[in-house]
């Protein structure tokens, strides 16, 4: 997803919106170009500003990609937690009593179609993940930054909100595994790093098609997932 340059000047755009216009076009060049390949010079003339506003309002490079690092990874991180833990609306046996209300306050033969099948916690985390991303979707890619100087607190705060993230990834497939009456921890390892390798894939063509929204990658995962179970089988 590109970000205009904004050629206007820093006189007249108030402090908050341009700083906003900074960490879009920060993030987008992290994630882009990794940690190591990105320079506030670049980042400053995507938006139209000087280097020197740029360490004004962040700082050197390193408190720059933290300042895009934080908020992107926790909207990611507590989109993966509520999804794991959404259990509103998807009761199924206060579905199944209203469905039974439905049913006798209606003729069979006009009785409407059944309703959706409620989203697995694989599809709703990949919702989550969509809809926390919607906007700047190259910070996945600033979250899972390699380049970043290993000793340095940015990739400590990444190393600790991936760590948070596996953990989760580890008690859903672990879930998805018992269903199936799996107990192997290997599997279960193997399926969370899957996952992750499909999140990030799905998110870098994400990235490559703009005009899809975070509802529509949704739909399309659902797709994808129904189209997966019925190749590889129950």
Known sequence: MTTPSARAGTKGVPRARREQQILAAATEEFGRNGYEGTSLAAVAARV???KTLLHQYFGAKHDLYLACLVPAADRILSAIRTAMHDTAGHDTAGEGSAGEDAARESPAEEADPAPAVAPSE????????????????EAWFVLYDTSVPADSEAARRARR???????CA?????????????????????????????????IR??????DESADAMTERCARLFTAARGVLGP
């Not at 909100?161 to 953990?167: G, K």
């Open 48 to 50: 139209g500003v000087t």
């Open 122 to 137: 694989p599809l709703r985390v990949m919702h989550g993940v969509f809809t926390a991303l919607e906007g700047r979707r």
């Open 161 to 167: 909100y991936r760590a948070a993230i596996d953990e």
């Open 170 to 202: 580890a008690m859903g497939t672990a879930d998805v595994l018992l269903a199936a009456e799996s107990f192997d921890a290997l599997d279960a390892d193997a399926l969370s790093h899957a996952w992750r390798g499909l999140a990030t894939a799905l």
């Open 205 to 210: 063509w994400w990235i490559n098609h703009p």
